[in-house]
């Protein structure tokens, strides 16, 4: 099996998401010496390459060659209101190296970042465009990821992606159109916020009916791993996993009683569906600029 440890990799844009993916690459064994990150921002490019080692520049193109050599994959970081500036930036250094792209924009489209970069090509070109939607588990290297590669991608350049983002992520997976990413989207990549707020309900629970509040988050953070670690030690269906809790008129049944008398199911197929319906959305308003 080939090792992709040694690929150098360029990430335009050194943000939240970005320190996620360098910091599960460099648990994975990846080189921080052979990644080169271009943020604008001072103060988070001091940060990264004070925590991670990494080089860092506040120009684009560097991301794509540095130190006159090229990368073997640019991944591009930066929110999706900014990508056509910043592609259209990187264009002629993409162009001239062809790394691999992979783009974790949340929206943007595959035909439209592929003009963008085109910007200024002579003649038609294909370029290895694969887009993917991660999230920040990935920080832990417990992060799930969904994938879409453009019809130029080559199996090896899919293999490529892959590794890089199997090193970040437990959960791995190709989707068979690039509309699912949306989907993708509004399932795991937003979907650690609503754990998170999760955690936040149970311990505002607790509070209100008398916990302390380091107990109640003590509490309500450890339910949430071990509620996790028991859906990935068993395999077990979840369904079945909750029957198990649920003792028959008992408390957890007066708990899921009321949580499904207000409609728990209906609200995360709304909220998923509505986060679904803004990736889509963010791509075709950026789409038209
Ligand atoms: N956060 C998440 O959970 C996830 C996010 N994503 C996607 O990842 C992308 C990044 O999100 P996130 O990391 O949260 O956002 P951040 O704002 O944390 O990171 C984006 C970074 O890009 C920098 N930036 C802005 N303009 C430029 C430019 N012209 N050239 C280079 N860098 C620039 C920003 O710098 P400055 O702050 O100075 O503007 C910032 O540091 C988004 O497209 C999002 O959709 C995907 C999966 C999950
Ligand atoms: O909220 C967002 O738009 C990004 C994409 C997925 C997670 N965060």
Redesign the pocket.
């Known amino acids: 099996m080939t090792d992709f440890r040694g690929l150098r990799i360029g990430f335009?844009?050194?943000?939240?998401?970005?320190?996620?993916i360098i910091g599960g690459l460099v648990k994975s064994g990846f080189s921080a010496a052979n990644m080169v990150v271009?943020?604008?921002?001072e103060e988070?490019r001091n940060r990264l390459e004070q925590q991670f080692g990494v080089h860092v520049t506040a120009d684009?193109a560097q991301a794509i060659a540095h130190q006159g050599r090229a990368v073997d994959v640019v991944i591009?970081?930066?929110?999706?209101q900014?990508?056509k500036?910043?592609a259209e930036?990187i264009a002629p250094a993409v162009q001239a190296h062809r790394p691999l792209v992979i783009?974790?924009?949340?929206?943007?489209t595959i035909p439209d970042l592929s003009r963008w970069l085109l910007t200024g090509a002579a003649g038609a070109a294909e370029l290895a465009i694969v887009r993917c939607?991660?999230?920040?588990p990935a920080l832990v290297v417990e992060g799930a990821t969904g994938m879409f590669a453009a019809p130029g991608v080559s199996d090896a350049q899919k293999a490529m992606a892959a590794a890089v983002l199997e090193s970040v992520s437990k959960r791995n997976y190709w989707v068979a159109n690039e509309s699912l990413i949306d989907v993708v989207?509004g399932v795991s990549?937003?979907g650690?916020?609503y754990f998170f707020l999760l955690v936040e309900c149970l311990e505002a629970a607790g509070v209100q009916l008398g916990l302390p509040a380091d107990v109640a988050r003590g509490l309500a953070a450890q339910t949430c791993l071990g509620a996790g670690r028991m859906l990935e030690a068993t395999g077990e269906d979840p369904a079945e996993l909750r029957r198990k809790v649920t003792s028959p008129k008992g408390t957890t049944e007066a708990a899921l009683n009321s949580l499904e008398a207000s409609g728990i199911r209906g609200i995360f197929v709304e909220a998923v569906n509505r986060a679904t319906e803004r990736g889509a959305e963010?791509g075709q308003i950026m789409g038209q600029q």
């Open positions: 335009i844009g050194g943000g939240n998401m970005a320190g996620a271009s943020e604008p921002f988070a684009n591009l970081a930066v929110k999706p900014v990508m500036l910043v930036g783009s974790i924009a949340a929206g943007i939607m991660p999230n920040t989207t990549g937003s650690p916020a963010l």
